[in-house]
């Protein structure tokens, strides 16, 4: 049995998510149990908990030696409160995890890819999991965690891979949280920015970046109206700063805010392997 731990660095989820995503987990993976921390359910404000509720959470999680996996339960805002310290109170238990999450929770992910604990994966989380769209990419990271591939990002080379939400690569860039990516396919993903918000998100990534083997595109969803056209689409943006900036623009990657979310271990592609 492999069992999952799940803990809410950001904004909490309901009970009827974690119901749902037990529900999915108990009628198609028998080989799977998860086990939500009573802190994915905690609210103050706009997080699942104050900043050391939340940290604690999620040292707890990762340092325990029963959980083969971290799973995170939502992204939202406010991993990169509690990044920093959290990876220091990691012990032995925790590099042997893998750590699943995306969008805001890539700020963890980061970290831990960073300081070299675990196996870093972008992948859905159980906050997907009250949606017939949301299960389908919840899925892919159920299949990865039984040991079935078939749910990797499908642009996989060989080459090591990273896959972030931009905002949340573009504010680590230049801080204690940024892990070196010189070599890398780096895959990027927006959702619910202006076009404009975009450009400008590029325009200070590409500037902070080092050598890396290249860049995709990831889906662009939810896009607002702004009061005038941009002018240009969210490919031609990734295009044009790539070129700016001298990196390959490598064309699209299936990562993003869909159902169409695919798992991109950090690094080289590996299957999931217990502790």
């Known amino acids: 049995m492999t069992r999952i731990a799940i803990c809410a660095p950001a904004t909490p989820i309901t009970r009827e998510h974690a119901d749902a995503a037990r529900a999915l987990v108990a009628d198609e993976y028998p080989g799977l149990s998860l086990h939500f921390h009573e802190q994915c359910f905690t609210g103050l404000g706009h997080f ?22 971290v799973w995170f339960a939502k992204g939202g805002y406010g991993s990169n409160r509690i990044a920093a310290e959290a990876v220091k109170k990691l012990g032995y238990a925790a590099r042997n995890k893998a750590y699943v999450g995306f969008s805001d929770c890539g700020y963890l992910l980061g970290t831990l890819y960073r300081a070299g604990i ?31 591939d078939s749910g990797l990002e499908p642009s996989l080379d060989g080459r090591p891979t990273v896959a972030f939400n931009l905002m949340t690569l573009a504010m680590m860039a230049g801080t204690d949280l940024m892990p070196d990516l010189t070599g890398h396919v780096v895959i990027v993903e ?86």
């Open 48 to 69: 699942a908990g104050s900043d050391v509720n939340r940290m604690d959470a999620f040292v707890e999680c990762a340092n325990d030696v029963s959980f083969d996996a």
């Open 118 to 148: 675990g196996q870093a994966v972008h992948g859905s989380m159980p906050v997907s999991s009250r949606s017939e769209n949301g299960k389908v990419a919840l899925r892919r990271v159920l299949d990865w965690f039984s040991g079935d």
């Open 190 to 275: 927006e959702v619910s920015e202006h076009l404009y918000a975009i450009d400008r998100l590029f325009f200070h990534l590409v500037n902070n970046l080092p050598p890396v083997a290249g860049l995709r595109l990831g889906a662009i969803t939810a896009v607002p109206e702004n009061d005038r056209p941009f002018g240009q689409e969210e490919e031609d943006i990734a295009r044009f700063w790539c070129a700016r900036a001298g990196i390959d623009y490598l064309g699209r990657a299936e990562v993003g805010h869909t159902g169409g979310n695919h798992v991109v271990p950090f690094g080289l592609a590996r299957s999931f392997k217990r502790s």
